[in-house]
């Protein structure tokens, strides 16, 4: 099932550094709406990755806390259109 725009946008933004809800909108109405679409749901499924590695009992916490920060980090890159085309609406 599709998801809409509201759905793919619905996520705390608190701890986004350059979190920006214009340039979000701008992106979805734009050329690359249909990318950036998929860039909130690549992130929406690496929350859920994040969450299943941090209850992880098998790998040490050091190694644990990293990866899940690094899953976190690129959800939050395609969350702020960081990977869209350059020059992108």
Do not use: I
């Not at 749901?41 to 050091?62: C, F, I, S, V």
């Amino acid at each position: 099932m599709r998801q809409g725009d509201e759905e793919l946008l619905d996520f705390d933004t608190s701890a986004l550094e350059d979190w920006d809800a214009e340039r979000a909108r701008v992106a979805l109405d734009g050329a690359d709406g249909a990318l950036y679409r998929n860039h909130l749901r690549m992130a929406l499924l690496l929350d859920q990755w994040a969450k299943a590695e941090n209850g992880r009992t098998d790998t040490g916490r050091h190694y644990k806390a990293g990866y899940v920060q690094a899953l976190g980090d690129v959800a939050a890159f395609l969350r702020q259109t960081y990977y869209l085309p350059a020059g992108a609406d």
